[in-house]
């Protein structure tokens, strides 16, 4: 294993408590803020903010910590309450200078005890941002089909020009080609290769575009979950990365709408793509497909709620005309699911919706479980690109 340790890079990571005796032998000094006033002797050094509740931080705060660090004088001390944040920051930051493997520098800080879902989300999200954030600029529009106010989200390297279409809707498919082709960036190129077409899950309310897409260009493939019980050319586990171009969603389960929901995490931790798990101040049906009002309530308080504050959330539907909410936003006002709300508080709410059945539930599950062909026959794998 790599260590992303201190000492690698010339760097200790101390609480504040036991800097006394060190301050001496080392050449500088940061702290990171707000909750430690270390006496450091003759060592000054910026101050950085950073919480030690990682729910707390942007991706973004760790930009100005990575120059301070850059700039450290070694042998240096990095000071904070009780010495993880400072590991946490020296690791996600030597990961970045040794070419940005975060699988490692995660093994790395799981070794040392020092990471959770948030610090994970942080770390994975900051190497990210970092790397092939830095080069390989994110593509993005957010399209949307009328009929059953879904969204489709179109995701681009605008390096590489690979993109994946997240929901597309069958009626909007020909339109999505369409954007896809015609988007010019300021290089001055136009169009996109579309590689995949990934679903939530299996939806009640539209049949999926995935098949229309296929229909019209042979080597897209169609994904869903492995856990959706529906036929794809490739089935999605969680922790899966589906890359295009050098970028990159990861699957996270979010099982409690159905059994087969899952969310899409883009790599730098900036967007979420919840599905029907985590709506704008609202959340999907938890009274058919499997649904489980429990099951919901960890899928998005374990998994989504972990993510960073700023991270923007890009549910299904909408039935309100908005576009997006964000993580804190939902965890401080979503009526149903906010801090606060008890388990058997949401699973109450959930049972007494009272929801009509769906419109058109009948006709797009059994297309849906094909990825939206109308039947085994109609089946077309994807062809090698
Ligand atoms: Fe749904």
């Not at 990210?128 to 830095?134: D, I, N």
């Not at 690979?162 to 290089?187: F, H, M, S």
Request: proline share 6%; charged share 25%; hydrophobic share 40%.
């Amino acid at each position: 294993m790599v260590a992303y340790d201190s000492p690698s890079y010339g760097l200790t990571s101390i609480g504040g408590a036991d800097m006394e005796g060190l301050a001496a032998a080392h050449k500088s000094l940061l702290v990171l803020a707000p909750d430690v006033e270390p006496k450091a002797g003759a060592l000054t050094g910026p101050k950085l903010p950073i919480d030690s509740d990682f729910k707390k931080n942007t991706v973004a705060m760790a930009a100005p910590i990575f120059a301070a660090l850059d700039a450290m004088a070694t042998p240096g001390l990095v000071v904070c309450k009780s010495g993880r944040r400072a590991r946490v920051v020296i690791a996600a930051w030597a990961c970045v200078r040794q070419g940005g493997d975060a699988d490692a520098a995660c093994a790395y800080l799981r070794s040392t005890n020092d990471l959770d879902a948030e610090k994970e989300h942080w770390v994975r999200g900051v190497i990210a941002a970092h790397t092939v954030g830095a080069t390989n600029p994110l593509v993005f529009r957010q399209l949307f089909e009328c009929e059953s106010n879904t969204y489709t989200y179109l995701l681009a390297d605008g390096a590489t020009r690979d993109a994946v279409l997240i929901d597309p809707v069958d009626l909007t498919a020909e339109r999505d080609l369409k954007v896809i082709d015609g988007i010019v960036t300021a290089d001055g190129k136009q169009g996109f290769k579309l590689r995949a077409g990934l679903n939530t899950h299996c939806h009640a309310d539209h049949i999926t575009g995935t098949a229309e897409l296929k229909k019209r260009l042979p080597t897209v493939r169609s994904m869903i979950s492995e856990s959706a019980g529906a036929k794809a050319d490739v089935l999605l586990k969680p922790g899966d990365k589906v890359h295009f171009g050098k970028r990159w969603v990861e699957v996270v389960a979010t099982p409690g709408h159905t059994d087969g929901c899952i969310s899409f995490v883009l790599d730098d931790r900036s967007m979420v793509f919840t599905g029907d798990a985590l709506l704008i101040g609202a959340c999907g049906r938890t009274d058919f497909q499997q649904g489980s009002a429990a099951k919901l309530f960890e899928s998005v308080r374990s998994r989504l709620f972990t993510l960073p504050p700023d991270c923007v959330v890009y549910p299904a539907h909408d039935y309100n005309g908005r576009p997006c909410s964000t993580v804190l936003g939902e965890r401080m006002t979503n009526p149903r699911l906010r801090d606060g709300i008890t388990e058997a508080e949401f699973v109450k709410i959930m049972a007494e919706l009272n929801l009509p059945y769906p419109k058109k539930l009948d006709a797009s599950l059994p297309a849906n479980i094909l990825c939206g062909f109308p039947d085994e026959t109609a089946w077309m794998p994807a062809k090698a690109d």
